[in-house]
C-alpha cells in the first residue's frame, strides 16, 4: 500500500478511504485514531438527524392536515404514507433510535421545527398550533391514522 498523507483537514473523502485501507491492511498504528472516533459518532448523530428531519415533516403534514381541512389532497397523504413508512423503515433496522421517540427534549426540538414548517407553508400563526404534539406517538406513526377534525 502507498505512504498515506491525506489529512482529514484536507480532504475527509480522501482521508476516509485512506483510513479504511489502513484498517483492512491490519495497519492499526498509521490510523487517525481521533478523527475515526469523531466519525464514527457522527454516523450517530446523522442518523439521529434524519429520524427528526422525517419526524419534523411527518408532523408539519399531520398539522397541515388538522388545520387546513380545505387543503387536504393527495400529495398531503402521499408525504404522510412516505414520512411514516421511512421513519418506521429507520427505527427498524436502528432499532437504538426508538428511545428518541420517548425523549421530551427531541420531542420538543422536533415539534417546533413542524410548527414553523406549518406555519411557513400555510401562512396560520405560529401560536395558534398547540404548545406539545397533542398526537401520542403511536398514533402519529400508525399507517392511516390522520388526527380528526
Known amino acids: 500500500m502507498e505512504n498515506i498523507s491525506t489529512t482529514y483537514e484536507t480532504d475527509v473523502v480522501a482521508w476516509a478511504n485512506e483510513q479504511a ?3 483492512r491492511a491490519g495497519k ?4 487517525d485514531l481521533e478523527h475515526l472516533a469523531e466519525e464514527i459518532e457522527d454516523v450517530g448523530k446523522s442518523e439521529q438527524r434524519e429520524l427528526a428531519s422525517r419526524m419534523a415533516v411527518l408532523l408539519a403534514h399531520l398539522l397541515k ?4 381541512p380545505a387543503m387536504r389532497g393527495s400529495s398531503w397523504t402521499a408525504t404522510i404514507t412516505l414520512q411514516r413508512k421511512r421513519i418506521i423503515r429507520r427505527i427498524e433496522s436502528t432499532p437504538s433510535l426508538k428511545p428518541m421517540l420517548l425523549d421530551a427534549e427531541w420531542a420538543d ?4 421545527d413542524a410548527i414553523l414548517s406549518a406555519a411557513k407553508e400555510t401562512g396560520i400563526e405560529v401560536m395558534v398550533f398547540p404548545e406539545t404534539c397533542p398526537w401520542p406517538m403511536a398514533d402519529v406513526l400508525t399507517e392511516g391514522w390522520l388526527p380528526s377534525d
Open 21 to 23: 485501507q489502513l484498517i
Open 109 to 112: 426540538d422536533m415539534w417546533s
Open 65 to 68: 392536515w388538522k388545520f387546513q
Open 28 to 31: 492499526f498504528d498509521q490510523l
